[in-house]
């Protein structure tokens, strides 16, 4: 079985500062690994995924996320935040043979002070 | 290209009565999942549907059934409810035809029960 675990519940931060939302997964097959975002009364949004290849996935508004096996993390990264970016990310796995079924993370509250 | 569409956005009901929600996928994507979001639980798998046929079912009561149809919509029913089922409910749907497949969710239907 697969389970997801970020540590930190909320992060404050402030505008134009750096951030990183840890997530840490722990799984005995090999997995394909998300980030969603959700915002207030919204629906689940792809904000990046990692399928193979390149350790290193970006999104297209900055965010980047990097897939570390060794340490079984899968860290996303924002080297400036807006106002915008507050909202919640989740962090989630699915089994490469049934993909179409994740497991989150308990999600990270990104609140971005100006 | 339409996005995936659930109905009703909200809904309160009463303990005891049952509850039907509905999700229409994009369309060509034939498989339909569904997750239960709550403050304390946080997002939770439910079931999955792929070509009318329910592929995986996670830890829910017999209270929480599902259908697709032929047009790939999916409905999802709660019988006798209780407090606890008092949630967001979000539908995703993915092409699920092999290999890493992406889940596009919907805004969701917030249920609330009195």
């Known amino acids: 079985a697969q389970s997801v675990t970020q540590l930190d519940s909320q992060v404050p931060v402030f505008e134009e500062a750096p951030v990183e939302l840890r997530c840490n997964y722990s799984?005995?097959?090999?997995?394909?690994l998300f980030w969603y975002v959700q915002y207030p009364n919204q629906g689940l949004q792809l904000l990046l995924k990692y399928l193979s290849g390149s350790t290193l996935v970006e999104s297209i508004n900055g965010f980047e996320a990097e897939f570390n096996k060794s340490q079984t993390s899968f860290h996303l990264r924002k080297p400036s935040v807006h106002i915008s970016d507050t909202a919640e990310y989740f962090c989630?796995?699915?089994?490469?043979?049934?993909?179409?079924?994740?497991?989150f993370g308990s999600g990270t509250r990104l609140l971005v002070r100006p | 290209k339409a996005g995936v569409t659930q109905t009703p956005r909200y809904l309160i009901k009463t303990r005891g009565q049952q509850v039907t929600l509905s999700c229409s996928p994009i369309s060509g994507h034939r498989s339909v999942s569904w997750y239960q979001q709550t403050p304390g639980q946080g997002l939770q798998f439910l079931f999955e549907y792929f070509s009318e046929t329910q592929r995986n079912k996670g830890n829910f009561p017999g209270r929480f059934s599902g259908r697709q149809f032929s047009n790939s919509r999916s409905e999802m029913n709660v019988s006798t409810l209780e407090l606890g089922d008092s949630a967001l409910y979000l539908c995703?749907?993915?092409?699920?035809?092999?290999?890493?497949?992406?889940?596009?969710f919907g805004q969701g239907t917030r249920l609330t029960v009195v």
């Open positions: 799984s005995s097959v090999s997995v394909y």
């Open positions: 989630a796995v699915s089994e490469m043979d049934s993909s179409y079924k994740l497991i």
């Open positions: 995703a749907s993915s092409l699920a035809q092999g290999g890493a497949t992406e889940a596009f």
